[in-house]
């Protein structure tokens, strides 16, 4: 499914292919937000970001600098 969130850093719409069913992540959000790694332990912690703040990879690396 392709998910639109919007960045909590610099706020702008960031788009990622995340491989979970609508259902699964309008539960996500309905449920008072549980844990992402315990509702989504199938991603990756780079899907997982993005569900929660709308970052991305790339726009983490350009803020934090990228893992050595």
Known sequence: MLVYK?????????E???PVSPERIAAFFQEGSPLVQN?????N???REFLVSGI??????????EDE
């Open 6 to 14: 919007k960045s909590v850093v610099s706020g702008v719409v960031n």
């Open 16 to 18: 990622m292919e995340i």
């Open 39 to 43: 509702a989504f332990p199938e991603l």
């Open 45 to 47: 912690v780079d899907q």
């Open 56 to 65: 991305t990879p790339t726009e983490w690396n350009n803020i934090f600098g």
